[in-house]
């Protein structure tokens, strides 16, 4: 029996790891061929190999999707490969401005007075804006691009988070980068709407990831989760499913939605 995605190619950033890793495996298994797009070349390239291994398609393309110039070429390069684009997920994203460097010292959980706005130099406000708000827009823009001039739609999944919906000094600068996420998918779901690309997002709560690590190791997000009415952190893959739905044809009349994945934050 043919996957959800049989024949179809998906870029996924931020596939080295993550929600991004899990989601790129399950496109895989479900039959598309992948894009995994990353500044981490190590992780970027060990989940294109885990999907060949598999018996898949895959390649691996360094992206900062901050830099329009590199989203540009992962575009190209994927339909290089592959011969089309049929859907783009923005899983690329970071929690403070040394994250992908893992600076301990500017952790905003691990060191929560330094992070207030009052502390934090305008640079480091600014490079979580570009990657998690302008990137967004960057790989939506240049995927819904593509997809028009191959004619057949597509569908665009960005990720949010439950930080869109609660004040948290701490890391003010990616709570207002996903609120924006937010706004990006419903004006980019009138816009492409027309040409037939479907734009959705998943806001996603506490789950086991490589950015969530600092926040476990001081045992708040543990606490976090067992204050949830599922009693419980998400593992990736349940994130991924989400983003599945959106992706495949079971969500073929929606638009302009982010759905949370988030154990019911915000319920109680």
Same mark, same amino acid.
């Given at each position: 029996m043919?996957?959800?995605?049989?024949?179809?190619?998906?870029?996924?950033?931020?596939?080295?790891?993550?929600?991004?890793?899990?989601?790129?495996?399950? &496109?895989? *298994?479900?039959?598309?061929?992948?894009?995994?797009? %990353?500044?981490?070349?190590?992780? =970027?390239?060990?989940t294109?190999?885990?999907?060949e291994?598999l018996?898949g398609?895959?390649? &691996?393309? #360094?992206?900062?999707?901050?830099?329009?110039? $590199?989203?540009?070429?992962?575009?190209?390069?994927?339909? %290089?490969? !592959? +011969? *089309?684009?049929?859907?783009?997920?923005?899983?690329?994203?970071?929690?403070?401005?040394?994250y /992908?460097?893992?600076?301990?010292?500017?952790?905003?959980?691990?060191?929560? $007075?330094?992070?207030?706005?009052?502390?934090?130099?305008?640079?480091r406000?600014?490079?979580?804006?570009? /990657?998690?708000?302008? @990137?967004?827009?960057?790989?939506?823009?240049?995927?819904?691009?593509?997809?028009?001039?191959?004619? #057949?739609?597509?569908?665009?999944?960005?990720f949010?988070?439950?930080?869109?919906?609660?004040?948290?000094? =701490?890391?003010? %600068?990616?709570?207002?980068?996903?609120?924006?996420?937010?706004?990006?998918?419903?004006? !980019?779901?009138?816009?492409?709407?027309? #040409?037939g690309?479907?734009?959705?997002?998943?806001?996603? =709560?506490?789950?086991?990831?490589?950015?969530?690590?600092?926040? *476990?190791?001081?045992?708040?997000?543990?606490?976090?989760? @067992?204050?949830?009415?599922?009693?419980?952190?998400?593992?990736?893959?349940?994130?991924?499913?989400? /983003?599945? &739905? !959106?992706?495949?044809?079971?969500?073929?009349?929606?638009? +302009?939605?982010?759905?949370?994945?988030?154990?019911?934050?915000?319920?109680?």
């Amino acid at each position: 029996m043919p996957g959800e995605l049989e024949g179809k190619v998906s870029i996924i950033t931020g596939g080295g790891s993550g929600m991004g890793r899990s989601t790129a495996l399950m &496109f895989a *298994r479900e039959g598309a061929s992948v894009a995994i797009a %990353d500044v981490n070349d190590e992780g =970027g390239e060990a989940t294109a190999a885990q999907i060949e291994d598999l018996g898949g398609n895959a390649t &691996f393309v #360094h992206t900062d999707t901050s830099s329009e110039q $590199d989203v540009v070429n992962l575009v190209s390069t994927t339909v %290089d490969q !592959f +011969g *089309r684009l049929d859907s783009m997920v923005t899983a690329a994203g970071i929690s403070y401005a040394d994250y /992908v460097e893992g600076d301990e010292a500017t952790d905003p959980f691990l060191h929560p $007075d330094a992070a207030t706005i009052l502390n934090k130099p305008t640079e480091r406000w600014q490079k979580v804006l570009d /990657v998690n708000l302008t @990137g967004v827009m960057l790989c939506a823009r240049e995927s819904a691009r593509q997809m028009m001039a191959e004619g #057949h739609g597509g569908t665009i999944v960005n990720f949010a988070s439950i930080a869109a919906y609660a004040p948290s000094p =701490g890391i003010m %600068d990616y709570c207002v980068s996903k609120v924006g996420v937010i706004m990006l998918t419903r004006c !980019f779901a009138v816009e492409f709407g027309p #040409h037939g690309i479907r734009v959705n997002a998943v806001a996603p =709560g506490p789950i086991e990831t490589p950015m969530t690590e600092s926040l *476990r190791s001081t045992g708040s997000l543990q606490s976090q989760g @067992g204050g949830l009415p599922l009693r419980r952190m998400a593992k990736p893959e349940e994130v991924s499913e989400a /983003v599945l &739905f !959106f992706t495949s044809d079971r969500s073929s009349y929606v638009t +302009g939605k982010t759905l949370g994945v988030d154990g019911g934050t915000n319920t109680v």
